[in-house]
Nanobody, 124 residues
Framework: QVQLVESGGGLVQPGGSLRLSCAVSGSIFSINAMGWYRQAPGKQRELVARIISSGRMSGADYADSVKGRFTISRDNAKTTVYLQMNSLKPEDTAIYYC???????????????WGQGTQVTVSS
């Protein structure tokens, strides 16, 4: 069974840093994309950052609100994604969800998988 296991959330003061990690476990064929979304109270879930690696498509996307402050990366095995968050602001407070678009077996349609979410709170 495929699972996404997140870690690294917590409470930090404005201007501080946190690093989130998300690891894919279980038997899979390939991962087309991995990334992070967040949802603040009363707001819709939004994309924070993602890495795409599917065929000829590759690269990273960021929400405008985090460009220059957050960096997304993957390990060499490409089954773990990290989100380094610097210069954190109170408006970054949200539950952060890991997402992966996974092809479980060769030829299967890629399917979205989600982590359980990790709370990030930026407050003095």
């Amino acid at each position: 069974q495929v699972q996404l296991v997140e870690s690294g959330g917590g409470l930090v003061q404005p201007g501080g840093s946190l690093r989130l990690s998300c690891a894919v476990s279980g038997s899979i064929f390939s991962i087309n994309a991995m990334g992070w979304y967040r949802q603040a109270p009363g707001k819709q879930r939004e994309l924070v950052a993602r890495i795409i690696s599917s065929g000829r498509m590759s690269g990273a996307d960021y929400a405008d609100s985090v460009k220059g402050r957050f960096t997304i990366s993957r390990d060499n095995a490409k089954t773990t994604v990290y989100l380094q968050m610097n210069s954190l602001k109170p408006e970054d407070t949200a539950i952060y969800y890991c997402n992966a678009l996974i092809r479980v077996v060769e030829g299967a349609i890629p399917t979205d998988y989600w982590g359980q979410g990790t709370q990030v709170t930026v407050s003095s």
